[in-house]
């Protein structure tokens, strides 16, 4: 059995720790949080684990073989950094770091020490999002144009990032696994709309060779919750849904043909092909359930995970790009 400490029970620490106990091969043996009221949940919910408040006293138990890190951004680095070194295989919450720098200076401990080091990109896991991954390998959708996405809820407001770091990480992430390329370049534009507050609306542009343009429009402040992206190639189109629990992928198969009239005078007419739309089975597991499953299997096999340290600086340098744009006005920042 792998034995599981979860840190910090606050939003995504609950999930990831009844993920962990319903999981084979899992042994959930601690939970850490500084608030006394957390530790009482976690308590109440699962009677036999250990509760702590000092993180030092997980680190320093050699019965826990991974550390799974579910505190604020800023966290990340310093606390993922303290269990490699004390020879923990790490999960840590997206994003992995703030900095590239210390994106890589993970990702080498980990190495050091021989650790698997797995980034919580979620939806990388998603049974939709491996759809999506899959019609763009098998060629089903053609030249790929555009990944365009619009991610927006009311809050949640983060203290320690804003919403490029905490939504839009979802998107590069997914754009990074599904297209298989990485951009060129980045541009970003952000505002603040509450005084002494970060960033809670960004539109977000990747841009990859061949035309490939890639886009997120992220915020805190939508009335309503959306959670929809479209991804169009020359042959056919895609929208995905993730809050369309039943049909979240639909294939549409349709798109713009140019035909020449007249090759003398080199005119071409456009045509629009509407074809069928089509809704693949998917597979329901929940998400984190095969993220987890895919973190065991790596620890027990050695294996390199699909959201490792290398996809995740990636993630990392593509974001700390766009912040580096926002605070130019939206100027292209070259990758």
Known sequence: MVRVAVVGYGYWGPNLA????QADGADLVTVCDWQVD???AAR???PWIQVTADYADVVADSAIDVVAIATPAATHYELAMFALRAGKHVLVEKPMALSGADAQNMAEEAERHERVLMVDHTFVYTSAVRKLRELVIDGSLGKLYCYDSVRVNLGLFQHDVNVLWDLAVHDVAIMDYVLGVQPIGVSAVGIAHITGQHEDLVYLTLFFEGGLLGHAHVSWLSPVKLRRTFLCGSQRMVLYDDLELSDPIKVYDRGV???S???????????????DMWAPRLDRTE???SEIEHLLACIEDGEEPVSGPDAGARVVLVLEAA??????????VKL
């Open 261 to 275: 009239c007249d090759k003398n005078r080199h005119e071409s007419l456009v045509h629009y092909r509407l074809g």
């Open 38 to 40: 957390r530790l009482s």
């Open 287 to 289: 998400a984190l359930r």
């Open 323 to 332: 912040a580096q744009s926002m605070e130019k006005q939206g100027k292209l």
């Open 257 to 259: 043909v140019v035909g």
């Open 44 to 46: 109440l919910a699962y």
């Open 18 to 21: 009844r993920n962990f106990v």
